[in-house]
């Protein structure tokens, strides 16, 4: 059964840092480009992070660049968000998703991916 699986959510003082991880099973990443979106209450999802599945380049939307970082652990077949400086704003429920249909330029639309967790809840708050 292709599953991905979100884990590492939780709450947080604004400044604080979470690591989220992505944990696949029933096929490999490998071949895939993993994203990170988040949806925030009222909002529409947005792409937060990209690791492609060619050359292992990185992508970051503008408002986490510098403070969030994306990796993946082969052996683990896991892809994990290292989130820091964590803001109020950052607080919202975060997927991973999966796409094997790789073009950098659309990393970060939802539509693009094939498969997704079922999400983690991630509040900043003091």
């Known amino acids: 059964q292709v599953q991905l699986v979100e884990s590492g959510g939780g709450l947080v003082q604004p400044g604080g840092s979470l690591r989220l991880s992505c944990a696949a099973s029933g096929f490999t990443l490998n071949p895939y480009a993993i994203g990170w979106f988040r949806q925030a209450p009222g909002k529409e999802r947005e792409g937060v992070s990209c690791?492609?599945?060619?050359?292992?380049?990185?992508y970051y939307a503008h408002s986490v660049k510098g403070r969030f970082t994306i990796s993946r652990d082969f052996s683990e077949n896991t892809v994990y968000l290292q989130m820091n400086d964590l803001k109020p704003e950052d607080t919202a429920v975060y997927y991973c998703?999966?796409?094997?249909?790789?073009?950098?330029?659309?990393?970060?639309?939802?539509?693009?991916?094939?498969?997704w967790g079922q999400g983690t809840q991630v509040t900043v708050s003091s």
């Open positions: 998703a999966t796409r094997f249909n790789w073009n950098s330029w659309t990393w970060y639309d939802e539509k693009q991916y094939d498969y």
């Open positions: 690791l492609s599945r060619t050359d292992g380049m990185t």
